[in-house]
């Protein structure tokens, strides 16, 4: 379908779409790579930014993340002194 792209329908964008953000990241990967739909891809995503954009939830989350991670870290390092 990639190859199509810009010749493609609705369905077949929403199934694009769907791919590219929640597809196997190997799989991504390794079509990002491929010269020949590598810009296809490129013009997909910059026509579909607001469907890539992170959102402040995500943001939030992946934040409370690293803070957990940092605090146990810390945890573990004064429990080994």
């Known amino acids: 379908m990639l190859e ?4 493609t329908s609705r369905d077949e964008n929403a199934e694009i779409l769907a791919f590219l953000s ?12 491929d010269e020949t739909v590598r810009y296809k891809i490129a013009a997909f995503e910059d026509e579909h930014r607001k469907a890539f954009r992170t959102t402040p ?9 690293f803070v ?5 870290c810390s945890m573990l390092w004064d429990i080994g002194r």
């Open 4 to 7: 199509q792209y810009p010749n």
């Open 22 to 33: 929640d597809g196997p990241l190997l799989d991504i990967g390794s079509l990002k790579g």
């Open 57 to 65: 939830m995500q943001i939030a989350v992946l934040l409370v993340v």
């Open 68 to 72: 957990i991670a940092a605090l146990a």
